[in-house]
């Protein structure tokens, strides 16, 4: 795995101000983004059902569903 420092600014598209700055991690393996626990909590989103993709931003955001999975 190869770690590329500070490297990204992750924001939700449609939020208003900037996101924050993260390291980005890339796996040979790994054919997905995935998001640690840490960047969702500064990104406020809550896992409601992970299993089925519902999640929500914020604590009284409405329910959303996941975007199918884009492989890279």
Same mark, same amino acid.
């Given at each position: 795995m190869l770690a590329?420092? !500070?490297a990204l600014r992750v924001s939700i598209v449609g @939020? @208003? /101000?900037r996101g924050p700055v993260c390291h980005a991690v890339i796996s040979e393996r790994e054919t997905e983004v995935v998001l640690n626990d840490r960047l969702l909590d500064l990104l406020a989103i809550a896992l409601i059902n992970p299993g089925r993709g519902i999640y929500r931003i914020g604590s !009284? /955001? !409405?329910l959303r569903q996941s975007e199918r999975p884009e492989p890279w």
């Open positions: 590329v420092p !500070r @939020s @208003s /101000g !009284r /955001g !409405r």
